[in-house]
């Protein structure tokens, strides 16, 4: 647990040396109308990852029913792999979010930074709460498809890896807006 918190406070430290200084034209700036900016990426990382909560917050009250995909052993596992070997792969190679993960298409205000910041101690201590199901090899669906099941474990991951992936992305934004500033 201590790897992925360091992770977590890694990324957290990322973006406020890498981006913490912007403007809010800065952050909301974008390399073409399709594309997403500094804020919307940063934006994103929070709106998906906590989705993330609510399937914790039952797990915890004991509410939570895995989906009968989730049942069959080998399914979650390998679902997770391919989800986790996708977010470490070649950005090159992107993909479309599912529309309930999608950032605002208005300006975001320029306090998207301290959110963050926030979010990330809030997701810190999701995982604390889910410690014990995590040892527990307990089964999740994603917030977005309760086809798509991995072991809780594997959703952190995927999560650390998501966001680090969203980095690289918010970086590239950065050197297109200073060289055209």
Not at 8 to 33: A, C, H, R, W, Y
Not at 102 to 113: A, V
Request: proline content about 4%; charged content about 20%.
């Amino acid at each position: 647990m201590q790897d992925r918190f360091t992770n977590i406070d890694t990324i957290t430290n990322i973006i406020e040396s890498e981006f913490g200084e912007l403007t809010n034209v800065q952050l909301n700036q974008k390399m073409n109308p399709q594309a997403w900016s500094i804020a919307q990426i940063i934006e994103h990382l929070i709106i998906i990852n906590s989705t993330y909560f609510p399937i914790v917050h039952a797990l915890n009250n004991g509410t939570y029913s895995v989906p009968l995909i989730g049942k069959i052993s080998f399914i979650p596992t390998l679902l997770g792999k391919l989800l986790l070997k996708s977010m470490k792969g070649n950005r090159s190679q992107k993909t479309k979010t599912f529309p309930i993960w999608e950032p605002s298409q208005s300006e975001i205000d320029g306090n998207i930074i301290l959110r963050f910041k926030k979010h990330q101690e809030e997701l810190k201590n999701m995982i604390e709460q889910c410690e014990h199901h995590i040892k527990a090899n307990a089964i999740i669906s994603s917030p977005a498809n309760t086809y798509i099941v991995y072991p809780l474990s594997m959703a952190i991951d995927i999560i650390i890896a998501h966001e680090f992936r969203h980095i690289e992305q918010a970086k590239e934004v950065a050197k297109q807006i200073t060289t055209t500033s």
